[in-house]
């Protein structure tokens, strides 16, 4: 049974920090790029940030570049989530996707983890 459960969202002040993590079981990892996505009530989601499934390259959305970093441990089988420097506007719900690397319509959804930046 494929899952993806995210875990470390919750309550924080302007300017914090947070570690999300993704812990995958039931497909191969290693053979998954790996994307954060968030949504807040009434707008679309959006792509965060995307590690390959190596870990060799990632990629973010300009308003996280320079606060987040994705990373990902393939022996462990878990995707993160490093958020810092957190500003209001970065609170959503955050979802971890996993997308074949070859054949991209294998792809699988957490359910999601609420990160809430207020003072």
């Known amino acids: 049974q494929v899952q993806l459960v995210e875990s470390g969202g919750g309550l924080v002040q302007p300017g914090g920090s947070l570690r999300l993590s993704c812990a995958a079981s039931?497909?191969?990892?290693?053979?998954?790029?790996m994307s954060w996505y968030r949504q807040v009530p009434g707008k679309e989601r959006e792509l965060v940030a995307t590690i390959t499934s190596a870990g060799g390259s990632t990629n973010y959305v300009d308003a996280v570049k320079g606060r987040f970093t994705i990373s990902r441990d393939n022996a462990k089988n878990t995707a993160y989530l490093q958020m810092n420097t957190l500003k209001p506007e970065d609170t959503a719900m955050y979802y971890c996707?996993?997308?074949?690397?070859?054949?991209?319509?294998?792809?699988?959804w957490g359910q999601g983890s609420q990160v809430t930046v207020s003072s």
């Open positions: 039931g497909f191969t990892f290693s053979y998954y790029a």
């Open positions: 996707n996993a997308r074949h690397r070859w054949v991209p319509s294998f792809t699988y």
